[in-house]
């Protein structure tokens, strides 16, 4: 009988600690069971938004074409909106033309937590890009409705318009964009007019502006776009921030002369020296260990004529880091070797600096927070840059700003073919609801 009243007491004693661990955690702001989101409803929710631009007569399989300002853009942003109302979110849209729909938090005095991404495409792009985030953060507010999870922040849900023909959306909140750019073309519109036909306000776009320090952070769930996971065999990429970008403009000045009668060695020829500038870049760039890339990418040979030398060849030279000091140190060796070149080829180079990006690096609280979510689902991680831009490279300029990577099979993006693993993406919205939850109960 003492026996089984010790063993009474003991049960009594186990009950009364976990209730007083289950107090204690809701008095931190912690719920005692962490929610998990509906992975089924979530693929729905891609499935059903990839009927918005799929070709006819097409299947999931065969990707979207839902460009900014289409009808299909037009369409999915009202099924998006359709899905925000149904998780109890108001959602408007402001001048930029971004969808952004709150969920309270119990502390009205506390800035927001934003998640969220694009749903917008390139033309014959695929089904994952910008899509996973943003499906994945309406889940995150139906994850924690489904189990009565109060935060202490308010939640921001936000669709960024027109991520893939700027961004414009997200850079709008950080300043106006300017009157020229709004007058240009783009998908067969003036981007003032696709603003307008999406509910933003162009003449207004000021007023799509946030203040810097106006919210607590900003965490945006994407798909890797590379390979670096799926070789791995790594569900979760931890990014370190999205690359800097230097690119320049270059011509190589040879001259142009009949292909026939002109001997090889009295040649000056363009296009000779342009081969040797790809080859050299890419010696250049894989030098020195790291993760930084060089791309050629532009090319025009004038006067592109099988029986001319060619005497103007244009090019594209990138580099891409996340250290700016390491891209500025390639552009010099570049521009070194390209003199170089020019001289052994009896040609001129010329090489202009036409686009400098600087880098927009994570916040490093911010990432211990995705390490930690991650490591409560059992799921392995990796650090790695972005080569690839983002929104959240403009929310980056306001405050805290971290990402979350899941893999790309085999590394295919901006293509029918890009496809993620649903388990992947799964696995992606719960390790950002757990984020979310635990930067809720931070202070950074």
Do not use: C
């Amino acid at each position: 009988m003492k026996q089984s009243s010790n063993r009474y007491r003991r049960v009594g004693l186990l009950a009364a600690l976990a209730i007083s661990a289950a107090i204690g955690a809701a008095a931190r702001g912690a719920p005692a069971t962490e929610p998990r989101i509906d992975a089924a409803r979530l693929q729905e929710t891609l499935e059903r938004l990839s009927v918005f631009g799929r070709p006819a007569g097409g299947s999931f399989a065969d990707g979207v074409s839902r460009v900014a300002y289409s009808d299909a853009d037009v369409a999915g942003r009202g099924y998006a909106m359709e899905l925000m109302r149904a998780a109890g979110l108001d959602p408007h849209v402001d001048a930029a033309g971004n969808i952004t729909g709150t969920r309270a938090g119990s502390d009205a005095s506390l800035k927001p937590i934003i998640i969220g991404s694009h749903i917008d495409s390139v033309p014959h792009g695929g089904n994952f890009d910008g899509q996973v985030g943003s499906m994945s953060a309406i889940e995150v507010v139906r994850a924690l409705s489904d189990h009565h999870v109060r935060t202490r922040h308010p939640i921001e849900v936000t669709l960024w318009s027109n991520e893939e023909g700027g961004p414009i959306g997200s850079s709008a909140v950080v300043q106006p964009i300017a009157p020229e750019i709004l007058d240009r073309p783009f998908n067969g519109v003036r981007m003032r007019d696709g603003l307008s036909k999406i509910g933003g306000d162009p003449d207004h776009i000021a007023q799509a502006q946030r203040a810097p320090h106006s919210f607590h952070a900003y965490i945006e769930l994407h798909i890797e776009q590379g390979a670096v996971l799926d070789k791995a065999s790594i569900p979760i990429g931890v990014v370190d921030g999205i690359v800097s970008i230097d690119e320049y403009d270059v011509e190589v000045h040879g001259f142009a002369n009949h292909a026939g009668t002109t001997p090889m060695d009295q040649r000056h020829d363009a296009l000779l020296a342009a081969a040797k500038i790809v080859e050299a870049m890419r010696e250049i760039t894989t030098r020195s260990p790291g993760r930084q890339v060089g791309t050629v990418g532009r090319f025009e040979v004038l006067p592109n004529a099988p029986n001319v030398i060619p005497g103007l060849v244009k090019l594209s030279v990138e580099f891409r880091d996340l250290s700016d000091t390491k891209i500025a140190a390639l552009g010099a060796e570049a521009a070194a070797r390209l003199q170089q070149i020019a001289a052994d080829t009896g040609t001129q180079v010329t090489m202009t600096r036409a686009l400098h990006d600087v880098p927009a690096l994570a916040d490093v609280r911010i990432q211990r927070e995705i390490e930690a979510a991650a490591k409560s689902l059992g799921l392995a991680t990796l650090h790695l840059p972005s080569g690839a831009g983002h929104d959240a490279q403009n929310l980056a300029q306001l405050g805290p700003m971290a990402m979350i990577f899941i893999p790309s099979v085999g590394g295919i993006s901006h293509s029918p073919k890009e496809l993620s693993r649903w388990s992947d993406v799964a696995n992606g919205a719960d390790v950002l609801l757990r984020t979310v939850l635990r930067v809720d109960r931070s202070s950074l």
